[in-house]
Nanobody, 115 residues
Framework: VQLQASGGGLVQAGGSLRLSCAAS????????IGWYRQAPGKQRELVAD???????DYADFAKGRFTISRDNAKNTVYLQMNSLKPEDTAVYSC??????????WGKGTQVTVSS
């Protein structure tokens, strides 16, 4: 499984971004795709994830502002981020977990929110 994250950038506080995570390879084996983020000096943390049967889970800081969704035809998972705050600044990476508990990571995309 290969993952390609895109959509990061520089945005002002209150703005929006949509991140994309395109999966390729043995996508049929994927059970869950999640978005994680890591800010400088901080541990990586889960932002949101979505399972193959569309169950979703969000970190508390993401609830009400971020939405995770998937387009199965494009093998792509999206993270719509609204009402962005400076503290959302981080490298955002996507992760895939397969039905056999293998884990794959894509290269991250930088999100910078200016105040």
């Amino acid at each position: 499984v290969q993952l390609q994250a895109s959509g990061g950038g520089l945005v002002q506080a209150g703005g929006s971004l949509r991140l994309s995570c395109a999966a390729s390879g043995s996508t049929f084996s994927i059970n869950t795709i999640g978005w994680y983020r890591q800010a400088p000096g901080k541990q990586r943390e889960l932002v949101a994830d979505i399972t193959s049967d569309d169950n979703t889970d969000y970190a508390d800081f993401a609830k009400g502002r971020f939405t995770i969704s998937r387009d199965n035809a494009k093998n792509t998972v999206y993270l719509q981020m609204n009402s962005l705050k400076p503290e959302d600044t981080a490298v955002y990476s996507c992760n895939a977990q397969t039905k056999r508990f293998m884990t794959y990571w894509g290269k991250g995309t930088q999100v910078t929110v200016s105040s």
